[in-house]
T-cell receptor, first 108, second 114 residues
């Protein structure tokens, strides 16, 4: 089976850095993805890690440690528009399993 | 840009009705998925399809069936809708060719079963 754990809520102030952690238990693990979803919107892809290490895309970075079954999403220079839900998703054989999501609230 | 289109944004049906949710993608993606999203429960996979006429059960297939007769279209069928199937339904497509495992989602169909 597959399961993922991520915090349900995180709050930070504008301009700060926030890290959203994700631990997973997945058979036949291929990689870890991150998605952003604004209220009423569709999830949109942010990043994917197949190998250990850090992937950087602008203000967002994602990290994976396969030996620890752990990853995180790092958001820098937070902006109000970053307030959204963030989901990690572990890809196993064919399908991906999503975590329950972390609601990020960015305050002025 | 990849476009995944779901036929309805909002749908209201009665208990016992047969419901069809349609999803079309325009990027010739091999894989397509149906999820339901409920508050606090994230996205749960109902069914997915590797390619035309192929389907695999996801984590919560009970009460649902799917059809993929053409590569661009993946339909979700509720044979006899029940109130516990009231939810947001999201369709997604994916190609494995880019090596990034990106799923592209439609805008979702919010289904209410009365």
């Amino acid at each position: 089976g597959q399961s993922l754990e991520q915090p349900s809520e995180v709050t930070a102030v504008e301009g700060a850095i926030v890290q959203i952690n994700c631990t997973y238990q997945t058979s036949g693990f291929y990689g870890l993805s991150w998605y952003q979803q604004h209220d009423g919107g569709a999830p949109t892809f942010l990043s994917y890690n197949a190998l250990d290490g850090l992937e950087e895309t602008g203000r967002f970075s994602s990290f994976l440690s396969r030996s620890d079954s752990y990853g995180y999403l790092l958001l820098q220079e937070l902006q109000m528009k970053d307030s959204a839900s963030y989901f990690c998703a572990a890809r196993g054989s064919g399908k991906s399993t999503f975590g329950d999501g972390t609601t990020l609230t960015v305050k002025p | 840009d990849v476009k995944v289109t779901q036929s309805s944004r909002y749908l209201v049906k009665r208990t016992g009705e047969k419901v069809f949710l349609e999803c079309v993608q325009d990027m010739d993606h091999e894989n397509m998925f149906w999820y339901r999203q409920d508050p606090g429960l994230g996205l749960r996979l109902i069914y997915f399809s590797y390619d035309v006429k192929m389907k695999e059960k996801g984590d919560i297939p009970e009460g649902y069936s799917v059809s993929r007769e053409k590569k661009e279209r993946f339909s979700l069928i509720l044979e006899s809708a029940s109130t516990n199937q009231t939810s947001m339904y999201l369709c997604a497509s994916r190609t494995l060719g880019d090596g990034k495992n990106i799923q592209y989602f439609g805008a979702g169909t919010r289904l209410s079963v009365l």
